[in-house]
């Protein structure tokens, strides 16, 4: 399955490098160029992953971010529609800190800050199909006050049958009301080889000051065969959003020579949203792996807001260790 808690307390995302006291150390480098009519800039981006396994039990990770952000083109700064944010800045900053506790031989308590479980695109530039990223993820990321698509609380993924079920207590996700909590609800099932299914929710508080998506349900699917993987990804949300849909086709052509296609719209509720009109993404993407640990990649990028269509192409070099 492509993304359950109780995969990620494996903490075996990338070769590591190991020190004494059974501590490994693993990350990348994220390099980009993007230009279109606003800039023509490079940047760069980087992450460090420490991780540790004293017992046989608890696994402790934490990931730090690093970025020099060249007039924010990089990938971990465009906004929901592709679009390079920010100035010329460098920082550091935690995406991940978090302890796994093998409670059960089928049960796994994750506690700390960790990647947002809802949704089907990940964090990190590795595991992304595309240099940008799609609406959806936007979106949630937008949902979520800490740095990132993360979320802080605790959870519990356990095996049920064919499926994992994943239960999260989590600090109130956009940080409207400090005194209430965000409960996470995950379902993942592979019911025949190939085909992965996510079923998500999460709650969240919202103020007339600072309207939220509210609650959120996200279906997505993934299915792969004979080197095509098709995607599609759905999210209902309560308030600012009233539905996003992303479709995705990718191809291996060879073993180091990928391509991918994604679509995504975005329904707003009008209510909320002064009358925006619904946005649309459609992304180009090639990619070849150079090296066992070094990709590079290529991409063109239109976002129409209804009004305007803004095109975007974008390089990357993304260096594993």
């Given at each position: 399955m492509k993304k359950r808690l109780i995969a990620i307390a494996t903490l075996a995302a990338l070769p590591a490098i190991s020190f004494a006291g059974g501590a490994t150390v693993s990350g990348f480098a994220d390099i980009t160029y993007t230009n279109d009519n606003d800039i023509s800039a490079f940047g760069a981006a980087a992450e460090i992953d420490v991780e540790n396994k004293l017992s046989d039990k608890v696994s402790v990770r934490v990931d730090t971010d690093l970025s020099l952000t060249g007039n924010g083109a990089t990938s971990s700064t465009l906004d929901e529609d592709g679009n390079p944010?920010?100035?010329?800045?460098?920082?550091?900053?935690?995406?991940?800190?978090?302890?796994?506790?093998?409670?059960?031989e089928k049960v796994t308590v994750l506690g700390g800050v960790f990647n947002n479980p809802i949704g089907l695109e990940k964090e990190d530039a590795p595991d992304m199909p595309a240099i940008s990223k799609g609406q959806i993820w936007g979106i949630l990321d937008g949902q979520t006050a800490l740095y990132g698509n993360n979320v802080a609380g605790v959870a519990a993924a356990a095996a049920v049958g064919p499926a994992t079920i994943t239960l999260g207590v989590l600090n109130d996700i956009g940080n409207a009301d400090n005194e209430k909590n965000s409960f996470a609800l995950v379902a993942n099932v592979t019911p025949v080889k190939g085909l992965d299914l996510e079923l998500g929710y999460v709650t969240q508080e919202d103020t007339d000051a600072t309207p939220t998506a509210g609650n959120v349900v996200d279906f997505n699917a993934v299915y792969s065969i004979a080197g095509a993987t098709v995607s599609l990804d759905y999210l209902a949300g309560e308030n600012v959003v009233d539905s996003a849909v992303e479709v995705g086709l990718g191809y291996a052509v060879t073993d180091k020579i990928g391509v991918y296609a994604r679509y995504d719209v975005v329904d707003y509720n009008k209510d909320y949203m002064n009358d925006k009109k619904d946005t649309t993404t459609t992304t180009l993407y090639a990619s070849y792996q150079l090296a066992s640990n070094l990709l590079v990649a290529a991409e063109y990028h239109i976002a129409d807001d209804g009004n305007d269509d803004d095109a975007m192409a974008g390089l990357e070099f993304i260096a594993t260790f």
């Open positions: 944010t920010g100035t010329s800045t460098s920082a550091a900053t935690i995406e991940q800190a978090f302890f796994a506790f093998a409670a059960h």
